[in-house]
């Protein structure tokens, strides 16, 4: 039996269709696999005698069983490559499809297209497909049953030059294609300067136009670091690139950097678990993900594509490919492969916990606590059944119901996608709004609130949440001009266990000290005005800290932007066994977070220690400080906080564009506060710590007051 592959010719040498196809060529003939030349040309014009000669032609050399593995499209029609694959088989040759491009979905005119090429693509016995989505795709529009499929997963990209250099960390992006018809170049009005390799006219500002340059010199200054780009010009392209793979990602990632990619992209989730770059919903945010980065984040980012570009180097995505395919096409113990075949735990998944409660404007509030592994949500009304809602994050567990009367009650179902359809693995009970009775708190929960009338309900509806019952929620109103007292009240008429409190503006600190004065419970935590819990923080954080005989419990964090959960905060901790202070600040002092709302305290720890006020970098200064007077704390592995940052802040971006100087004059003062205010007995600690502190804020190696205040910190 031998092997053949369609190689394309005939067309532009800087054609990326036909770069792509010599290359997974080149890689097929490595692994014995012989060359079957195609020449692009006017095929609709060729009588069908000429064609039939030139069939013959191309394909002289095949015998009974051999295999060949096109490459479509050949760019030469419909009509041609199904008159090809009929040739082939006349020979009884055996087809294997390798789908590079799929012309019916690359533009609504082509749409028509699609019937022709799925038939065509049933005449194979093996689909190479881009990714799962295109196997799903085309599983759904008529795809054979019993077809078996290959996912590719990734292009390869392996033209080397002699030597690639590891990339330096600098703030531009590169494009590597042809801008035309897409608008964003012409439109980049970003401080991050984008490099366009393309021989087209690009008038951006800060747009580079670097010309068309031949694999080998474009990867050598690909490699020099940046960020590569991937993008869409308009919405048939965004949703072609949720099915197809884009040969630019191979190139980025031969050349060794991170890239930048839509959220929808068929990629995402390689480039998200393996840390090779951003995802994000518009260039707008990439490039202020770009500008806040610092140079360690690049480097974690350069990192990881570094040890992934010999995979893409070497064509080990194409080598996989083409031999899954060749067993496929040969054993019939081969139903399908080059594709996650998971097996759905039904009994591991299930809904620890389901409430629904009133929210503000007389909607419905309904969170949920799962366990299991599964890939979204389905809401539903409990006594219709008909559907309310779908989440297709499965991290995600608050979902704000209109419209409904108080009395409905409703299911929540989590899901995974097959091929024919949602499976359902796990069912919760119905939940409906119950009454709320008055309480003796044992946890007191604060809450400060300044102008966050847009979003504070979603905050306060997953505080009510909460699956421990004897929680007070403390809410400090600091001096809002909006109509957060508003929403406010609301809360408080209906809910006996919310308090409000209304004082003059003076920051988060002193609104926080006021809540500490008012709370009743035994232990206190804290959140923010625009974020989220999860339903079983407050249980999980009390049940540890009980246990193990704590001053603090603390949960790892999620960083919400958009739709995207990240790892904000989290220790190597073993979980939910106590450590000593002085241990906890060793792991502190590896993954500083000094952040307030992630932990439980003992209330008398805090009562003591109020939070620091007219400091700008409160959060900062109070953690270490408060700390330093616990003796033992424990952990919980569970991102049960989750700091939202999809609105941005004016705070904080503010912060960024303040002069060096008053910048230093702010962490000398949170230094110097957990210095001079903390646990003495600990002093030795505290310095320790505070001189990671200083090495970790930016300009700390240009500016010279930096250097002066670590020599009075090792004074002290």
Request: charged share 25%.
């Amino acid at each position: 039996m031998n092997v053949y592959i369609t190689k394309l010719n005939g067309m532009s040498f800087t054609s990326t269709e036909q770069y792509a196809q010599h290359m997974a060529a080149d890689i097929a003939h490595s692994l014995g696999i012989r060359e079957m030349g195609i020449y692009r040309y006017y095929a609709e014009a060729e009588s069908a005698e000429n064609r039939t000669r030139r069939f013959d032609g191309i394909i002289a050399g095949i015998n009974a069983g051999d295999i060949v593995i096109c490459q479509f499209p050949t760019w030469n029609g419909l009509s041609f490559e199904r008159a090809l694959v009929r040739h082939i088989k006349a020979y009884h040759g055996r087809i294997i499809i390798f789908i590079h491009d799929v012309e019916a979905l690359m533009s609504d005119a082509h749409h028509k297209d699609l019937q022709g090429t799925v038939e065509l693509y049933n005449e194979a016995e093996v689909l190479i497909v881009p990714s799962l989505g295109m196997r799903m795709f085309l599983t759904e529009h008529g795809i054979r049953t019993g077809m078996k499929f290959v996912i590719q997963e990734m292009w390869d990209y392996t033209a080397l030059p002699g030597t690639l250099g590891s990339g330096t960390w600098n703030r531009e992006i590169h494009f590597a294609g042809n801008p035309d018809g897409i608008h964003f170049p012409n439109a980049w009005e970003w401080e991050v300067p984008l490099k366009v390799y393309s021989d087209s006219e690009c008038h951006g500002t800060h747009v580079r136009k670097m010309g068309w340059l031949a694999p080998e010199r474009l990867l050598m200054e690909l490699a020099k670091g940046g960020f590569g780009l991937v993008w869409y010009g308009n919405e048939e392209w965004r949703r072609y690139l949720s099915v197809n793979n884009s040969l630019k990602l191979g190139v980025y990632f031969a050349a060794g950097i991170p890239v930048i990619v839509p959220r929808g992209i068929s990629s995402r989730s390689i480039i998200e678990e393996n840390h090779l770059g951003i995802a994000a919903d518009t260039l707008e945010e990439a490039a202020e993900a770009i500008k806040k980065m610092t140079e360690t984040d690049y480097q974690v980012y350069s990192a990881a594509a570094a040890q992934f570009a010999p995979l893409v180097r070497e064509g080990f995505f194409t080598k996989k490919c083409l031999l899954d395919a060749i067993h496929m096409s040969v054993r019939n113990d081969m139903y399908t492969y080059s594709e996650s075949n998971e097996t759905y735990r039904m009994s591991e998944c299930t809904f620890a916990y389901v409430c629904l409660k009133e929210s503000y404007k007389n909607n419905l509030a309904l969170s949920w606590a799962f366990q299991g592994e599964a890939e979204g949500f389905l809401i539903y009304d409990a006594d219709s059944g008909k559907a309310a809602g779908e989440i297709s994050n499965v991290l995600e567990h608050y979902f704000l119901l209109e419209d409904y009367p108080k009395t409905a009650r409703f299911i929540v179902k989590a899901y995974v996608r097959t091929l024919k359809g949602k499976m359902i693995l796990a069912e919760s009970g119905a939940a409906s709004v119950s009454e709320m009775l008055p309480i003796k708190p044992v946890v007191s929960l604060i809450m400060p609130a300044y102008n966050a009338e847009k979003y504070i309900a979603r905050s306060i509806d997953t505080a009510l949440a909460q699956s421990f019952p004897d929680m007070e929620l403390i809410i400090v109103n600091d001096g809002s001009t909006d109509e957060t007292q508003a929403v406010l009240d609301w809360y408080r008429e209906r809910y006996p266990q919310v308090k409000t409190f209304y004082k003059e503006n003076g920051g988060q600190a002193a609104a926080r000290n006021m809540g500490i004065e008012k709370a009743e419970g035994n232990y206190i935590a804290f959140m923010d005005n625009d974020d989220t819990l999860r339903p079983d923080m407050i249980e999980r954080l009390y049940a540890t800290i009980v246990k193990n005989d704590c001053d603090i419990s603390m949960t790892s964090v999620y960083m919400l932007t958009g739709e995207k959960y990240e790892d904000m905060t989290s220790y190597p901790m073993t979980e939910d066994t106590a450590v000593s202070i002085e241990v906890f600040f060793e792991y502190y002092m590896r993954n500083l977070s000094p952040v307030l709302w992630n932990k439980l305290y003992r209330a008398s720890l805090v009562k003591e220690h109020p939070c620091a006020v007219r400091i700008r970098f409160e959060d900062d200064a109070w953690t270490p400080y408060v700390l330093s007077y616990a003796d033992r704390v424990c952990y919980i592995n569970a991102h049960l906080y989750e700091y939202d940052r999809s609105r941005g802040s004016t705070a904080i971006h503010a912060s960024w564009n303040r002069p060096v100087e008053e910048k230093f004059l702010d962490h000398r003062e949170l230094v110097l506060f957990f210095l001079e205010n903390g646990n003495q007995e600990r002093k030795d600690l505290l310095k320790k710590l505070a001189l990671v502190y200083v090495s970790a804020f930016p300009y700390s190696g240009s500016y010279a007051g930096y250097s002066e205040l670590r020599k009075e910190i090792e004074q002290m």
